[in-house]
């Protein structure tokens, strides 16, 4: 494996809009890259058993949940020819229509790009011990005083 640092992966509740914004641009002056590819995940209005979903409340175990970030995005470095990787996820409450993962990779070509992203997204969802508890619209008031 490489010997990229491990990054800082979680942000305390959504990602913010002009966070993403600000990610892509300092990426602009940056040499050898041709392609981006960003993957948002949002959290979902759903309706479940009747009842809506109005936030999602993430946890993780953080030390062990880093050491796989960070063995995730180097077996993606080692697998595809990338500039740049970031890979944000939100802990706490995260309401629905936000951003709660932020996937974003910079190569010199979209293919390279695209599939890296993909690949990160995968693995992430399959293997990152990140747990989401659903918050419904009819215990949203009294969850949020309790905690």
């Not at 993403?20 to 981006?36: P, Q």
């Not at 796989?68 to 077996?75: D, L, S, V, W």
């Not at 409450?93 to 979209?110: N, W």
């Not at 693995?123 to 989401?132: C, D, N």
Request: hydrophobic share 35%; aromatic share 10%; net charge negative.
């Amino acid at each position: 494996m490489s010997n990229h640092k491990p990054k800082k992966v979680f942000m305390e509740g959504a990602i913010p809009p002009g966070f993403i914004g600000e990610s892509i641009a300092k990426h602009s002056s940056k040499k050898n890259i041709g392609a981006h590819s960003i993957f948002l995940g949002q959290v979902r209005n759903d309706v479940i058993d009747g009842k809506s979903v109005t936030a999602i409340n993430y946890s993780a175990y953080e030390e062990m949940a880093n050491e796989k970030f960070h063995e995730i995005r180097e077996a993606a470095f080692e697998k595809y020819p990338l500039n740049c990787m970031h890979i944000y996820h939100s802990l706490g409450t995260v309401s629905s229509g936000e951003i709660c993962l932020f996937v974003f990779t910079s190569s010199k070509h979209r293919k390279d790009a695209i599939a890296a992203c993909e690949y990160l997204v995968e693995r992430i969802k399959a293997e990152a011990p990140v747990w989401g508890k659903e918050v419904f619209e009819d215990e949203s008031h009294s969850w949020k005083e309790n905690n």
